[in-house]
């Protein structure tokens, strides 16, 4: 079958987000570039000097950013990205930002800027981190030591954030829209732990630290200090009760409900990533 549609450029096309909207857009036989260091032409936030390349006949955009669009610098690059994208023709923006980050509303706003139709998808923390990103290890070693207290997050499936980006990207309505998706109830990450430590049958539990102890605890592990300054900082801003509601987004999107972090645990538990041997993994 011969794709129709929009050409889609998908920004961290192999991230646990962006593989996803590859993915629904390639079920709807949308044609796709997928934006990565590896593809080709290849795109890298970091080198300005390929954004054009990879923007050259597009027209709709997923943007984004690495490694987080609530990190600092994010908004000056996403402003200018979303300027050429605009200058190169692209109708239409598709940005992930994170919710209740200022970087990230900063992003945000450089995107209503551009001239181009935008939509944002706002996320929280995304549940995939527990097994595609950085928390894999910390479960495998039975102690995930967050600077995040007791506060409770509405954790939100990738797969239901990547349907919503798809709905976005293919169908009409979705213009000058703000989505704010995140799961159906809200759990701190004790509960959520427990739960991850339930179905592996698994002594895997909950340490909250404090953002220069869990500093040390990354970079003891070889991350650059950078990064993990970074990534503690953002914690410490969105992990104060400002994200602790739930909203009906991927309902009223998708006309179904939002994916529970049981579902998750269940079916990601029996893929063996959090076994204490697996093989070492990462996702951005």
């Known amino acids: 079958m011969t794709a129709t549609g929009p050409k889609t450029l998908v920004l961290a096309g192999t991230g646990k987000t962006g593989r996803r909207v590859v993915s629904g857009l390639v079920a709807r036989d949308v044609p796709v570039r997928v934006g990565s260091r590896r593809a080709e032409p290849p795109f890298d936030w970091q080198d300005d000097t390929t954004w054009e390349p990879a923007l050259r006949g597009m027209d709709a955009a997923y943007v984004a950013f690495y490694p987080d669009a609530a990190f600092p610098g994010a908004a000056r690059a996403m402003g200018s990205f979303a300027d050429l994208a605009a200058a190169c023709g692209v109708r239409h923006l598709v940005l992930l930002a994170d919710r209740g980050s200022a970087e990230a509303e900063r992003c945000e706003q450089a995107v209503r800027d551009s001239g181009a139709e935008w939509t944002i998808v706002r996320a929280g923390f995304i549940t995939q981190n527990f097994s595609e990103a950085f928390l894999v290890e910390l479960v495998r070693a039975g102690v995930v030591a967050l600077p995040a207290g007791d506060v409770a997050e509405p954790f939100t499936d990738a797969e239901d954030i990547a349907d919503v980006a ?80 739930v909203t009906d987004t991927v309902e009223r999107v998708l006309g179904r409900p939002p994916r529970d972090f049981t579902e998750y645990a269940r079916e990601t538990a029996t893929t063996g990533v959090w076994d204490a041997q697996a093989e070492s993994s990462r996702g951005a």
Not at 198 to 205: A, F, M, P, Q, S
Not at 214 to 240: C, H, I, K, N, W
């Open 166 to 245: 798809v709905a976005a990207l293919t169908e009409s309505g979705h213009a000058g829209r703000i989505h704010e998706v995140t799961g159906p109830r809200l759990l701190t990450f004790a509960d959520a732990v427990g739960e991850i430590a339930r179905v592996t049958r698994r002594e895997v539990r909950y340490l909250p630290v404090t953002s220069e102890q869990f500093v040390l605890s990354l970079t003891g592990r070889g991350v650059p200090a950078e990064y993990a300054t970074q990534l503690a900082g953002l914690m410490v801003e969105v992990f104060d009760g400002r994200r602790a509601h």
